[in-house]
């Protein structure tokens, strides 16, 4: 077990493209860190040069205090998953596992492997599939299996290459559960890449949110969520993603689309001289206004307007409203959404409702947000004016005080179940 | 696929008989003369009337043992050899190919290309002068020098082929959980690779074994000769005897390592090894 410290990785190829440009990361003993990024972002070569799969072509990369820049990747001992599992077709379910522990010859009687496999195999409910080949395996066992290999290494961190994403939706869920139970119960420090910002913001104690190769924030998942850098991440993270609009300062309000929002001190200081911004606002934070008691109603803005399609998804209805953006900011977003993966389709406002909500599609409604939960942007360097360094500390704070909790309170209940054994 | 018509079926029953004909009755026609009785050879009958191994004594034990045994021997040696020394710097030289990226890789296949197109007829004048001046004529290495240079551009195409198709992923795995390279190439790739190879070395072991032109050119005596060109020796039991019932004899002999190869082998080239490696 080890931390891992990243220090000016730069990725260089021979072609002269940067895919990796600079990347700095301090990843603590035991934490689970996430890169995620959009295709292209970079993440998976940091991985692999984490590993030692590709050259480093600058930088420092430590694993605990051992410069590892030159080692070979069975001398940095490191477990990695991969996204297609990467199993030895010709090996049964057992071997596969026993296999890290074989190639180390001599330090394992066949005794002590059998035991190591053996405990691995129950902790991941493989036991009766010991003797069957990978390819009679179902997508999850084999997942389980690569699993296996990583945990019977003790290595001093675990890798994960998109392991999720050759699995189907259900599965998936499970899966994602099972690691972070898993990572818990053994206290080893992983990175996990992933472009699906789900699973980013439901495993990782930290996340490195990355695009084209830059690091752009390092945060608690509920960090990148309520304190965001920049319009990049605001808009990665979050599903339905966030909604961007131009808003115009007009004297004593920002006129949005729908509606103008008086300014107060803060926003006044916070947006400046700028005459236009980019503002987003999560889909969750609007409300049916109807639904709302008057007290409530009277701390934010409601505004009528045209609902296009609705969708209802048991728990939540989603409303899409369509709106003309501004030509100065129209740039800017689209090529955000081109960043996020996006095809550039038509302007609209998603809007999250309680599954108590009577809009229809074509309804006229009236809807509510509260302005203090707004973002806004500034329009050229994207960069978030509301951003608050204090609050965004104080969630990590929480946070990692949260984390080392947790940590501890797995590794007392397995200390127990131990010793019940 | 819609199940074919009637009359489909018919045409391709047709054609199929028609090529299985074509192609088996040559050697049908070996076998069944090779039981022949020499003095019965020119009855004109397809079958034997009376089946003998008479052929058979004489290329084993009879007159023509001195020929043809020293020339099996040659055959399977030098054939044996050549195969072995192709495959295995083919598969190095495949592997590199398949996994490397270095300068001249193309290069490298062109030219094992351009080899093995290169019409043999031409090598063996400058070849057989080469030879009696170093003194390489009529001996095995004199021989298994041409041979390589016919059955390693193949296999070197066909190894390169096959290691493309095994996920790299593997190899990658294998490192990480601790392996050198080279135990990596060997307890992940080589497994895999089996099949390929068996199959590249059956090719090549046949290139080798059915040559006859570097046969008869390249040797003088029993020392070196192989069977294929040992056959245009033997004569009749006098001289008003033609010697087709021994050559026939001679050739099932040397087909039928070929047959029996081809059978047991079939097994090992299936494919469909490398599935449940990576994602199903």
């Known amino acids: 077990m080890a931390a891992i410290t990243l220090k000016d990785i730069v990725k260089r190829y021979p072609d002269g493209f940067l895919a990796v440009k600079g990347v700095s990361l301090d990843i603590k003993d035991g934490e689970f860190v996430i890169l995620v990024g959009p295709s292209g972002c970079g993440k998976s070569t940091l991985l692999r040069m984490i590993v030692g799969l590709e050259d480093i072509s600058d930088g420092e990369l430590r694993i605990g205090d051992v410069v590892v820049n030159d080692k070979a990747p069975r001398d940095r001992h490191l477990a990695m998953v991969f996204q297609n599992y990467a199993l030895y077709p010709h090996l049964t379910v057992f071997e596969n596992i026993a296999f890290p522990l074989r190639l180390q010859k001599g330090q394992f009687s066949d005794e002590e492997i059998r035991e190591k496999v053996e405990h691995a195999a129950a902790t991941l409910e493989l036991q009766d599939h010991l003797q069957r080949k990978p390819a009679n395996l179902s997508g999850g066992q084999r997942q389980r299996v690569a699993m296996g290999r990583a945990i019977v290494r003790e290595a001093n961190a675990f890798l994960f290459d998109e392991p999720l994403s050759n699995l189907d939706a259900k599965l998936r869920g499970q899966m994602r559960t099972e690691i972070a139970r898993m990572q818990r119960r053994l206290g080893t420090t992983t990175v996990y890449v992933t472009h699906d910002q789900t699973e980013a913001m439901t495993l990782g104690d930290r996340v490195a949110v990355l695009r084209k190769g830059e690091l752009q924030q390092v945060s608690s998942p509920r960090g990148l969520y309520e304190q965001p850098v920049n319009l990049f991440v605001a808009g990665f993270i979050g599903s339905p993603p966030m909604n961007f609009m131009p808003g115009e300062v007009t004297g004593d309000a920002l006129r949005l689309p729908f509606v103008d929002v008086p300014l107060d001190d803060r926003l006044r200081s916070r947006i400046g001289e700028r005459r236009i911004v980019i503002v987003g606002v999560r889909p969750e934070h609007f409300s049916d206004a109807g639904l709302l008691d008057d007290a409530k109603r009277s701390r934010g803005v409601s505004f009528e307007s045209e609902v296009d399609v609705t969708e209802w998804l048991g728990a939540d209805l989603y409303a899409y409203i369509p709106f003309e953006t501004s030509a100065e900011v129209a740039g800017t977003l689209e090529e955000l959404d081109r960043d996020l993966d996006g095809e550039g389709m038509r302007t609209q406002l998603v809007v999250a409702l309680d599954d108590a909500s009577r809009i229809r599609d074509g309804d006229t409604a009236t809807l509510w947000f509260d302005p203090a939960r707004m973002l806004v942007f500034d329009p050229e360097s994207g960069e978030n004016l509301m951003f608050d360094p204090d609050e965004a500390k104080a969630i990590d704070e929480q946070n990692e005080a949260d984390r080392r909790a947790s940590l501890e309170r797995a590794q007392a209940r397995e200390k127990a179940a131990a010793g019940s054994r | ?280």
């Open chain 2, 1 to 280: 696929m819609k199940a074919l018509s009637t009359r489909m079926r018919v045409w391709w029953v047709v054609i199929t008989i028609a090529v299985l004909v074509w192609s088996l009755l040559p050697v049908a026609a070996i076998f069944a003369t090779s039981f022949k009785l020499p003095s019965q050879l020119d009855v004109g009958t397809f079958l034997p009337k009376t089946w003998s191994t008479t052929n058979y004594e004489q290329i084993f034990t009879g007159s023509a043992k001195d020929l043809f045994l020293p020339a099996l021997r040659n055959s399977i040696g030098i054939s044996l050899i050549a195969t072995a020394v192709a495959v295995v710097l083919a598969t190095f030289a495949a592997y590199a190919i398949a996994r490397l990226d270095f300068p001249g890789k193309r290069l490298i296949l062109t030219t094992a290309l351009g080899v093995s197109i290169f019409p043999v007829i031409s090598l063996v004048t400058p070849l057989f002068n080469l030879w009696r001046n170093i003194g390489l004529y009529d001996t095995w290495l004199g021989l298994i020098i041409p041979y390589l240079s016919l059955t390693l551009p193949i296999s070197i195409w066909t190894l390169a082929a096959f290691f493309r198709q095994i996920p790299w992923e593997l190899e990658q795995a294998a490192q990480v959980d601790g392996a050198t390279p080279w135990q990596a190439f060997r307890k992940a790739v080589v497994p895999l690779a089996a099949p390929g190879v068996f199959t590249t070395a059956l090719i090549a072991f046949f290139i080798a074994w059915n040559d006859f032109v570097y046969g008869i050119s390249l040797t003088s005596t029993s020392r070196a000769r192989p069977v294929p060109a040992a056959l245009a020796f033997f004569t009749g039991a006098s001289q008003f005897e033609e010697p087709t019932g021994a050559i026939s004899a001679a050739a099932v002999v040397v087909t039928v390592p070929v047959v029996i190869l081809v059978l047991l082998f079939q097994r090992q080239i299936v494919s469909g090894l490398t599935q449940g490696a990576v994602k199903g």
